[in-house]
Antibody, heavy 126, light 107 residues
Framework: QVQLVESGGASVKPGGSLRLSCAASGFTLSDSYMTWVRQAPGKGLEWVSDINSRGGRTSYADSVKGRFTISRDNVRNSLHLQLTRLRAEDTAVYYC???????????????????WGQGTLVTVSS | SYVLTQPPSVSVAPGKTATITCGGNNIGSKSVHWYQQRPGQAPVLVIYYDGARPSGIPERFSASNSGNTATLTISRVEAGDEADYFCQLWDSSSHYVFGTGTTVTVL
């Protein structure tokens, strides 16, 4: 079955860096768009970044643009998120998820997340 | 940017129906998806493309979307339905937008 397992979360000081990884199994990663979503403690879900199946197109939320970098290794079935210049407000559980792009029956283009990992916690504090 | 507003909480007795709304400007012109997040767990997709259910999701979960409101309905509520529920949509300008989330409490 599809499995996504995140790792790399840690406690870091403001201004620090971290690299998150997501190991994928049970499906062909190279066929899939992938995404990172985060959730601050006690808060809602916030989309962070996504990457197309070959890694040639990436997108970022304004809150992380210029500080975070998403990448993938389809040979090693892994997804990564490099976090730099970390701030206290980046404290969150980071989830990787498989992204599905398509059209609804009414013809609306859309995307959603059909499989999620269990998440990895990043804490930014002095 | 596009905003999706949900009620913070909904309480429902076992066996009754829970209705969770997701409000947004002309949301009926977009496709809405819903996620369930039980305490301490990752989100799970329960509805996609406005009303389709992934395999393994009970028929008790249904949804609709029209005008300025999308709605998730949970029929015959069970204790295991107690969770946070988030709506989500995508559009070319706002990218991915999540609703504010609704906590469903089973009385």
């Amino acid at each position: 079955q599809v499995q996504l397992v995140e790792s790399g979360g840690a406690s870091v000081k403001p201004g620090g860096s971290l690299r998150l990884s997501c190991a994928a199994s049970g499906f062909t990663l190279s066929d899939s768009y992938m995404t990172w979503v985060r959730q601050a403690p006690g808060k809602g879900l916030e989309w962070v970044s996504d990457i197309n199946s070959r890694g040639g197109r990436t997108s970022y939320a304004d809150s992380v643009k210029g500080r975070f970098t998403i990448s993938r290794d389809n040979v090693r079935n892994s997804l990564h998120l490099q976090l730099t210049r970390l701030r206290a407000e980046d404290t969150a559980v980071y989830y990787c998820a498989r992204e599905i792009a398509g059209y609804s029956s009414s013809g609306h283009e859309t995307r959603y997340f059909d499989q999620w990992g269990q998440g990895t916690l990043v804490t930014v504090s002095s | 940017s596009y905003v999706l507003t949900q009620p913070p909480s909904v309480s429902v007795a076992p066996g009754k129906t829970a209705t969770i709304t997701c409000g947004g400007n002309n949301i009926g012109s977009k496709s809405v998806h819903w996620y369930q997040q039980r305490p301490g767990q990752a989100p799970v997709l329960v509805i996609y493309y406005d009303g389709a259910r992934p395999s393994g999701i009970p028929e008790r979960f249904s949804a609709s979307n029209s005008g300025n409101t999308a709605t998730l309905t949970i029929s015959r509520v069970e204790a295991g339905d107690e969770a946070d529920y988030f709506c989500q949509l995508w559009d070319s300008s706002s990218h991915y937008v999540f609703g504010t989330g609704t906590t469903v409490t089973v009385l």
